[in-house]
Structures are given as C-alpha cells and as structure tokens.
C-alpha cells in the first residue's frame, strides 16, 4: 500500500489513515461527516450533482439543504486538512466527487475480495476465510446504522462472515483444534444466538470430551431460548444428537459393567436393575438389527394355588435360575416371584436351559409351586 493511499474502515468502526496519520470517528464526532465521506468513498470518482447530494444527505431534515451541503463539504475538508493540503474533494460545475488521484481502500472491499477467493475453486480455501473472519470487527459503521444503505449492507455483511466463520468452525473441529473451536463457535454466538448450526458442533464437541451433561444443558438454554424469543423449538436434528449420544453413553457404561462382570468369573448369573435390564435388552435388541443374535427375554414366575408366601416360591426359584445360568446371563427379579432373563442361546436351546432350572427347583423344594416360563426373541423387544 503505498503512502498516497486512502485507508478506509468501515467495519466495526470509521476509520481513515493516509500518509502515516490516522482519523477515527471519536476524533470528530459527526454522523453527517461520516456519511459524507463514506458515500464519497464507495463512488470515489462518481460526479453527482450538488442538488442530488444535497437531497440524499439532507432528505426532510432541512429548509435548506443546498446551503446545508455546502457548509458540511466545508467541515469535511476542514477535516481532511490534517492529512495534507491535497484536494481530497473536487467541487466542478455543481458537481462533488473525490479526487482520482487518490485510491480509496476500503475494508469491506477487502473482505468482499477475501469471500470470493475462498470460493473460487470447487475446494474451500481457508485461509481466505481466516483473513476475511479477521477483517470482521463488528457491525458495520455503527455511527451511522440506521441509515437504510448500511441496514442492507450490514445484513449481507453479517451473513458472509457467519458463512466464513462456520466453515471454519467445522474445519477446526473436524482437526480437533480445541482452542480455535471454541473460539470460532463464541464468536458466531455473539453474533448469532440462535445459530443452530453452531449449538450442533457445540454439543458435537461437548459430547466428544465426554460430557453429556454439557450437551444436555446446552440444548435445553437454547430450547428455552427459543421457546421464549421465536415461540419454537429449535431443529429436531439437536434433539436427535443429544438422544443419540445418551444411548451411547448407556451402551458404553453397560458395556463396561458387563465387562467387569466377566473379569469378575462369577458362577452365578448377573443381577440387575430394572432400568439396567431395559438398557441392556435395548443394546442387544440394536445389535440384533445390525448383525446375528441370539438373544432371548424369558419371562420365569412361580405360582402356587395353595400357598401365598410368594416371597418365599421367590426366594427358592431365584437361586435355581442363578446356579443355572452363566454369569453373563442378566436376570431381573420384578416381583417377588417373578424374573425376567436376558439369555443369550439359540432357542432350540433355551428350553434346555428351562428345563434345568425346573428340574433344579423341584430338587431342592419338591413339587412346591409351579413354574411357567414365556420367552421371545430380543428383536421383539417392546419397552
């Protein structure tokens, strides 16, 4: 950039540097001066006549707005001054137009180019996004906000850098760097609060560090966000992640306990809660679906007409049915004498297995109670 060059920002701030000096907006404090200069630099080498710009910067806000113009040109070079004594504004047979001696660089020209680069190729460069994600300071002349071109060219403007800064929030998390992420995804909140995209990959990441808990808790601030500023919910796709991560944290915890059974080389079957076994037979039932099983769900209860201590009929059939099964059979007592039975065997088998809790039963306790039994295969597993 050479020293004859007119910086200009716009992005977050107004800013102009040229020949080493800076002037920023808190060095003058004037909207009519910045959009002045701002609509003299975005038509640099324009001719527009003074009666149009008087209308478009005095529009119903003056009885006079040609007088009204001329004074603000005069402020506005009065201003430049301190950059040198280069007529920076030209004024030619009712005309006002910026001197075309002097290039005009303006950030938002610059994010504009860096946007385009990054999607010139069918691959994204990501590197373009960084430089324009780093041009990106704010809304766009905050000073001036309000006026209708700045309203629709902030829309575009915001819109562009989520679009970059998205992309490089994948980018990060797909690398694994943490930092980055988490700085990428904070600054598209601030933003954008309601950027469902993100809140994914935020949990996406909340739940790859293991922490349910954090995934939870995030969707449920943005489903009362929600609920609360848009009278939705948010996409069915985070719910969707959340439940889908907290089956697995299931099956990985269950898993585990399994695997500690088996170490455990227990002789006798694995008893479990209720909320266990329905775990474990939604595991088996989802294996089921992906490959060959062999699981069944034996329903085993205990009557006997002529007697009512079902605890006792329980006690007894519980022991038959733990001596009998191997120790990772899962057996779940429900009443006191009733059981289900998760059992892995084919089920030609399984009555084998039925017969020899039977045959155990009426060994050691005679013919006191009845058994029945009811079994299915996992698949027709129902909660």
Known sequence: MGMNTMRVKMIGTFEMSYNGKTIAYNDFHSSK???LLVYLFK?????ISNHELSEIMFKDASQDPLNALKALVYRVRVLLKEFGDEPFIISSKGYYYWNESIPVEIDLDEFEHYIQLAKKDEEINYEYYEKAVALYKGRLLPMIANTLWVKLENTYLESKVLQAMLALMIKYY???SIEEFKEMSRKILELDVYNEKAHYYIMKQYIRENNIELARKNYKNLETLFRKDLGIDPNISLKELLHQSQQ???ERRLEAIQSTFHQFKSKQAFECSAEEFRQLCEIEKRRAQRETSHYHIVDIIVKDENTKNN???GVNLKKAIMDNLREYDCV????QNKFMVLIDCEWDHLKQVID???SHYYEHNGHEGKIYFQGMNIKEYKH
């Open 248 to 250: 697995q944290e299931n």
């Open 332 to 335: 779940l007592q429900y009443d």
């Open 174 to 176: 797909e690398e694994e």
């Open 356 to 358: 020899r809790i039977k």
């Open 311 to 313: 605890e006792a009929l």
């Open 33 to 35: 001066i910045t959009e």
């Open 43 to 47: 038509k640099p080498f324009d001719q």
